[in-house]
């Protein structure tokens, strides 16, 4: 509802200020300095500020007075007058906005402390679209959710190891984040994530990510420890590094169960893409992932993981020119135990120069080495003309099914292979039925379908 702010003269009222959505019956004032600055504890128990720092800054927002509260003044959700000891203003419910807390977009001033305050109240809260925002590392440890409305967050500050700009220092339920750009420096020693947990004891719960894109930093989004989480849209990459733990887009681990990747493009990501990591009930849908390990030292390492988990599945996705193996099923030593049921269904491979490895390439492996219950069935390959290699590269499987797959080979291709089963690992392959595939042969070059 709107209200005047008048003002009376010489027997007359004159109209100094209008506001939108104001209280009914609240006081008014300019800024949360002016809140503080009352000689007295008011009678008025709603007031009103028309900025943070100024007024019409975008930080204006609703207070109630609660005349025995002593908490401490926290510069958004909990406000002292100076002259007076018991009695608070407190910022009434509802989504807030991050300027009412004090928070600048103007792309220079370091948000870290006011963002903090924001994470602390446990409220859900929203960015507008004015900025970009610059913040340091923020920690939450309870129930967050966040609607960033298209803002970006650069991240300032650096790291030896990890440096999130949301850093989850505390097992709970409830993460929500939407439209919200969070951008690194693309340095490699800043360490920059989007965000991620503090230790692999901390387990989050119900994840919900929407339309985020993360940006030139050395992990994307890590999921190494949750429990029922969902990305849905948005883009991850470029993403940076080359060595052990760094150069993720999203990274699942042993603690983690019931992720699902749905319409995410990953671009450019340096070491892994998607890692699944003995992740049990990890699915990627309808994702694209571009120019997988490119860079100026690409490294070896394939687009998508499914390292030794149970009920793991590929559906639907891109691979576009993609540098080293788009998928590989099981070949991570880091892990222990067998990939088991495991589908790769209605993919598509466009100008990938590696096949899809199924089982660990190791001519040494662990007792527990391999792989079972795995369908590789209707997907398509696109070979490069430069490429020589595999389509589908098998070491170790047991009841596998690779089925309907259709293979293109373009003109002048030389030594490509549609599927290769190898005996150089210590555990064959058995029980593997091949039918159905299809083959169409445009080259002069050596084609095999079956090696």
């Not at 008025?44 to 204006?60: F, I, K």
């Not at 030896?160 to 220092?169: E, G, S, V, W």
């Not at 699944?276 to 120019?291: D, H, L, M, N, Y």
């Not at 030593?333 to 589908?343: D, F, I, L, R």
Request: aromatic share 8%; proline share 2%.
């Amino acid at each position: 509802m709107a209200q005047l702010i008048t003002q009376e003269s010489a027997g007359h009222k004159h109209v100094v200020q209008f506001v939108e959505n104001a209280v009914v019956g609240s006081r008014t004032v300019n800024t949360v300095a002016d809140l503080r600055a009352l000689s007295a504890a008011p009678t008025d128990l709603s007031w009103e500020t028309l900025g943070y720092w100024a007024a019409g800054d975008g930080g204006h927002a609703k207070y109630r007075w609660n005349s025995a509260s002593t908490a401490t003044d926290n510069g958004s959700t909990v406000l002292k007058i100076t002259a007076v000891t018991t009695g608070r203003f407190e910022l009434q419910p509802g989504i807030l906005e991050v300027r009412a807390c004090g928070v600048v977009g103007d792309g220079s001033t370091i948000n870290t402390t006011a963002l903090q305050t924001v994470a602390d109240a446990s409220k859900p809260f929203m960015f507008s679209s004015y900025g970009p925002w610059v913040s340091g590392q923020v920690t939450v440890d309870s129930q967050i959710n966040i609607d960033g409305h298209g803002a970006t967050v650069n991240i300032s500050g650096s790291h030896a190891t990890d440096y999130q700009f949301l850093k989850f220092i505390a097992s709970f339920t409830g993460v929500t984040i939407r439209d919200l750009v969070i951008n690194g420096d693309g340095v490699d020693a800043s360490s920059h994530y989007g965000f991620g947990p503090s230790s692999s004891a901390v387990v989050l719960t119900d994840v919900h990510i929407e339309n985020v894109k993360v940006q030139n930093v050395i992990v994307g989004l890590d999921l190494s420890a949750v429990d029922n989480a969902t990305v849905v849209g948005g883009k991850i990459g470029p993403v940076i590094g080359t060595t052990s733990g760094r150069g993720y887009g999203i990274a699942g681990g042993t603690n983690s169960k019931n992720i699902h990747v749905l319409g995410t493009h990953f671009y450019r990501c340096s070491r892994h893409s998607l890692y699944f990591g003995a992740t049990i009930g990890a699915s990627a849908v309808g994702c694209t992932f571009q120019e997988h390990g490119y860079g100026a030292t690409p490294t070896q390492l394939s687009a998508l993981i499914l390292a030794r988990g149970k009920g793991q599945s590929a559906t639907a996705n891109n691979f576009i020119d993609c540098v080293h193996n788009p998928i590989d099923i099981s070949d991570d030593n880091t892990v222990a135990g067998q990939s088991e049921t495991t589908t790769l269904s209605a993919n598509t491979f466009s100008g990938c120069k590696r096949p899809i490895i199924i089982g660990d390439s190791s001519a040494t492996v662990s007792a527990d080495a391999g792989t079972s219950y795995i369908s590789v069935t209707g997907n398509t390959w696109n070979m490069p003309i430069a490429a020589d290699g595999d389509c589908i590269k098998v070491y170790q499987a047991q009841r596998l099914l690779i089925a309907t797959n259709v293979f293109n080979f373009k003109a002048d291709t030389s030594n490509q292979n549609a599927i290769t089963i190898d005996d150089v690992a210590a555990n064959y392959p058995s029980e593997v039925l091949i039918s159905g595939n299809v083959a169409y042969i445009n080259t002069t070059g050596s084609v095999k379908c079956l090696v």
